[in-house]
């Protein structure tokens, strides 16, 4: 697994009195040191106050509330790593850096004289500049940063370890923080898991959301269905193993509920923090007539496959809303990475009440991941991306 950290730097004069501060302030957290000027603080990632701030939000909330300068520090070791400084005598001071999928900075924002006092800036400005992945790997940008800056933690931390794997980091030095807030399945009073009688090992999609959606009455408007989708891969009719997810309105809370071949129905939640509520599907306008996956595998099996694609194992379907479609279908099919051929993906979107294609679009293999390269719609011509915009 790779490792997504996520903390918090307050550089301190009185520890004890920013201590009491992040209490008054109904804080709850992990947190670690001071050390070498430091106090760390993890929120827990289901607390109200860093939801409702969270990333360079929550940064800036604990520079207002202690008067002190505060350090925002990310590493997501698939793809870069990024800082920021807020303090409230001066205007915030951010750097980022990618190295997928391709080597890049961000440094409008930065100004190396914000981190004088806190360490040799030389050293500091030699880990400021683009890289591509094996050289992060190499290099250790972010955790050289940690290093040099004296911070008391920040290797595989975030909010969510911090709320989820709460021991783990009090064995690893951490001290708790004010009360940790219930858990979303908590919250949220999720059904118990347990086993149903199925009529099959592999159900189609709409036979497996019909078990699932009397489990699920509890959840009424504003939560919404956002997604069916087989649970792994799919087989050649359309039946398969599938999970279902309702969304609360535009918010990041989502419960999931999954049904397993051998009957097992088990529900699980979690709430995505604000700046990735973007990326959350959004509620589908399902009409009565859709179209069941063993009806879209039939019209997947009449269409021909685009040269340079071979097919190398069953794909997997996701009934959802995108864009201007309120339901659609669509169906990734991976293909031969190892292969000659040059694509290693098609993936179709079907309208879900037609059945017409609507777009298709090939992958390609880029280093560690595949990359859309073509495009057509509905049975045009192909295009590359680059010529689509």
Request: charged share 20%.
């Amino acid at each position: 697994m790779s490792e997504l950290s996520i903390s918090y730097h307050v550089r301190v004069g009185d520890s004890r009195e920013v201590q009491k501060l992040l209490r008054q302030a109904k804080l709850s957290g992990v947190i670690f040191g001071p050390a070498n000027g430091w106090l760390t603080f993890v929120p827990y990632a289901n607390s109200a106050s860093y939801r409702k701030e969270e990333g360079l939000g929550f940064a800036d909330y604990l520079s207002r509330l202690t008067g002190l300068p505060a350090l925002h520090y990310c590493y997501a070791e698939d793809h870069g790593w990024t800082f920021a400084l807020a303090h409230t005598e001066r205007p915030l001071v951010q750097f980022v850096c990618w190295w997928d999928p391709h080597p890049a900075v961000e440094r409008d924002q930065f100004d190396p004289l914000a981190l004088a006092p806190f360490g040799a800036t030389e050293s500091l400005e030699s880990l400021l500049r683009p890289l591509d992945r094996e050289e992060a790997i190499h290099a250790q940008p972010a955790y050289r940063f940690g290093e040099l800056l004296g911070l008391p933690a920040y290797q595989w931390l975030s909010p969510d370890l911090a709320q989820n794997d709460t021991q783990d980091l009090l064995d690893r030095g951490g001290r708790k923080l004010g009360t940790k807030p219930a858990s979303a399945a908590t919250r949220f009073r999720l059904p118990p898991n347990r086993q149903i009688a199925l009529p099959q090992p592999h159900l189609s999609a709409r036979e497996a959301l019909n078990l699932i959606v009397p489990f699920m009455a509890q959840f009424k408007a504003p939560w919404s269905l956002t997604m069916l989708s087989t649970y792994g891969f799919l087989l050649p009719d359309g039946r398969g193993i599938w999970q279902a997810r309702w969304r609360f309105g535009d918010s990041g809370d989502t419960v999931e509920a999954a049904l397993m071949q051998d009957g097992r129905l088990s529900f699980d939640a979690y709430t995505a923090p604000s700046y990735a509520t973007d990326g959350l599907m959004s509620a589908m306008e399902l009409p009565d007539k859709w179209l069941d996956s063993t009806d879209i595998a039939a019209v997947m099996a009449r269409l021909p496959v685009p040269n340079g694609f071979a097919k190398a194992s069953l794909g997997s379907m996701t009934l959802r809303s995108l864009n201007d479609h309120p339901h659609l279908w669509q169906i990734l099919i991976p293909g031969d990475r190892n292969g000659v051929e040059p694509f290693a993906s098609w993936t179709v979107y079907l309208d879900a009440v037609s059945g017409d294609v609507l777009a298709e679009e090939l992958g390609r293999k880029v280093d560690y991941e595949i990359v859309p390269v073509r495009l057509r719609v509905r049975g045009g011509d192909w295009m590359d991306l680059s010529q689509s915009n």
